[in-house]
């Protein structure tokens, strides 16, 4: 019975843990940096694609700025947290 109830204890932690992690995700998105970095990396991705006029160039160019840009305002996101 005892075995029991510390497997029980157990279970509660890591669900208690899951769910700090999961409010740290939500708060990442709360963030200004986050927003401002995808409107960054939107408004780079449209110009590309308003210069240039073939599609295939225009895949070739977005797809890795906007991985890029997507990483790095995470990247910017998890600093500014930790740095406070």
Not at 16 to 23: G, I, K, S, T
């Amino acid at each position: 019975m005892i075995g029991c109830g510390w497997v029980f204890l157990q279970l509660r932690w890591a669900a208690e843990e899951a769910m700090l992690d999961l409010l740290e995700l939500g708060e990442l998105f709360l963030s200004w940096r986050l927003y401002v970095g995808f409107a960054l990396t939107g408004l780079l991705c449209w110009f590309i694609v308003s210069v240039t006029s073939n599609q295939t160039a225009q895949w070739a160019i977005c797809v890795p700025i906007a991985a890029i840009g997507i990483f790095l305002s995470f990247r910017w996101q998890i600093r500014a947290d930790s740095d406070v």
